[in-house]
């Protein structure tokens, strides 16, 4: 028994300690024959992985920011780096994530400020029941809400082709 949790630790190890929840739809779009879906799989997946987990100060050029939990500070060209999502497009992807509610973004001196919406669901966060306008809701209610803002698992993809691809 000891040699089986010990091989489960060197993995998680080997994983790192902390991990996101990211919604199915997302990750069907990751593997999309659609470069578009792809892309913007991609943009938001950095944006959740790149998120600041916890407040504090930013410098963006020359200029400092407080950055609260689940925002990220940067430029365009450091997201078209990261993500292999040519500059140009960069403001595209990042307008159609706000289209769909999953990220609020404004321009300021030196660069972006990005806000993932819901992120500490995303995150593992709220593992414990939180309280909305004086409701009581579990993480699990909370990321179903989040999934169905995006369509829910039952409307995200209408089958087109073979395998059912977006």
């Known amino acids: 028994m000891n040699e089986m949790k010990e091989r489960v630790e060197r993995k998680l190890e ?8 990211m919604p199915r739809k997302v990750l069907l779009m990751s ?38 939990r689940g925002e990220y500070l ?11 999502v ?4 960069v403001g595209h992807y990042l307008k159609a994530l706000s289209d769909d509610c999953l990220i609020e973004y404004e321009a300021i001196a030196g660069g972006t400020r990005i806000k993932v919406c819901n992120y500490d669901f995303f995150s593992g966060y709220l593992t414990e029941n939180t309280v909305d306008n004086g409701n009581d809701i579990s993480a ?13 698992r039952s409307k995200q993809f209408t089958p087109k082709g073979k395998g059912g691809e977006a």
């Open 14 to 21: 080997s994983l790192g300690n902390s991990f996101v929840k």
């Open 31 to 68: 593997f999309s024959l659609q470069k578009k879906d792809r892309l913007y799989a991609r943009i938001f997946m950095a944006l959740v992985s790149m998120c600041y987990f916890k407040d504090g100060m930013v410098k963006l050029g020359k200029y400092f920011y407080t950055c609260h």
């Open 74 to 84: 940067g430029n365009y060209r450091e997201l078209a780096d990261r993500t292999d």
């Open 86 to 89: 040519s500059f140009g497009s």
């Open 140 to 152: 699990a209610q909370a990321m179903a809400a989040a999934e169905q803002t995006m369509g829910g």
